[in-house]
């Protein structure tokens, strides 16, 4: 069984890795917003500022089967602040789904993205699933060096030159 919450150590810091949470939309609503420019234009694939409730929740509201995603959390006095994320969502296949991953800017380039999709990776192969892709901007370098170091190939989007498909067989 995989588990469910680990404390890790991250640039010093100790940071939570746990299930999102339903009630975690505000928390996710507050990531996204301090999220840089280009930040969010590389998780969204386009210029994003805020997303709709609506949104927030079908992000936070995952069955741990078909969909899933992990926060990265820090504590700050009482509160959880959320500092990364990844998830998978439902593909029309069984056995595959689109993951991402989004890391605060200040937390990026301290390894808090892999050690993120690595247990989405774990947690995937546990459920079954055979294969994860995920579609990115062709100029997202850091990425790009993600993908590489967990292991993902890559080919050019044969439907958008600008982007470019990870995929990790399970």
Not at 12 to 24: S, T
Not at 39 to 60: D, H, I, M, Q
Not at 148 to 160: N, S, Y
Request: aromatic content about 6%; hydrophobic content about 40%.
């Amino acid at each position: 069984m995989i588990s469910e919450v680990s404390d890790i150590t991250v640039a010093g810091e100790q940071v939570k890795i746990r299930p999102i949470r339903l009630d975690d939309v505000g928390m996710e609503a507050e990531f996204i917003r301090r999220l840089s420019p280009e930040s969010k234009r590389f998780r969204f694939l386009g210029g994003v500022n805020e997303l709709p409730l609506r949104e927030l929740t079908r992000l936070c509201e995952v069955d741990g089967k078909h969909s899933m995603a992990f926060v990265a959390t820090v504590s700050r006095g009482d509160r959880e602040i959320e500092i990364g994320v990844s998830r998978y969502a439902e593909n029309s296949k069984s056995d595959i789904r689109e993951i991402a991953v989004a890391v605060a800017d200040e937390w990026q380039h301290k390894g808090l993205g892999a050690l993120l999709l690595k247990r989405l990776i774990d947690y995937a192969k546990f459920n079954g699933v055979r294969l994860l892709y995920s579609v990115d901007l062709a100029g997202n370098a850091a990425m790009a060096a993600l993908a590489r170091e967990l292991g993902m190939t890559a080919t050019r989007d044969p439907g958008d030159s600008g982007q470019t498909i990870y995929s990790l067989s399970l």
